[in-house]
């Protein structure tokens, strides 16, 4: 369940890892995406799982994305997290990572 302006959704069969992205200047929280993107990678409905604030405030990770977008290009920032046994990848332009966890990570 990806955002209906996303043109970038794929999924590299090579290590796992599903990619989206979201205009984080649109109406679409950037928490909202993780959470379809999740849903999507684990094939059920958002609202089976666990809630979002168990892994990251939902509040802050919106603020931060949409805060770095406001204040300019200084480059492209990154947080990680883990969310319903995912390795969870935000990037400040929008792009999200849904990568499965190996006994490595």
């Known amino acids: 369940m990806s955002s209906t302006d996303d043109t970038t959704d794929s999924s590299d069969g090579h290590d796992g890892t599903y990619i989206t992205t979201v205009d984080p200047t649109g109406p679409e929280r950037v928490s909202d995406a993780v959470i379809s993107s999740v849903a999507t990678v684990c094939e059920t409905e958002p609202t089976r799982l666990e809630p979002l604030y168990d892994a990251i405030d939902p509040d802050a990770l919106n603020a931060l994305v ?40």
Do not use: K, M, P, Q
């Open 66 to 105: 949409s805060h770095a977008h406001r204040v300019g290009s200084e480059g492209t920032h990154e947080l990680w997290f883990v969310y319903e046994g995912h390795d969870i990848g935000v990037r400040t332009d929008g792009e999200i990572h849904v990568c499965e966890r190996t006994e490595a990570n």
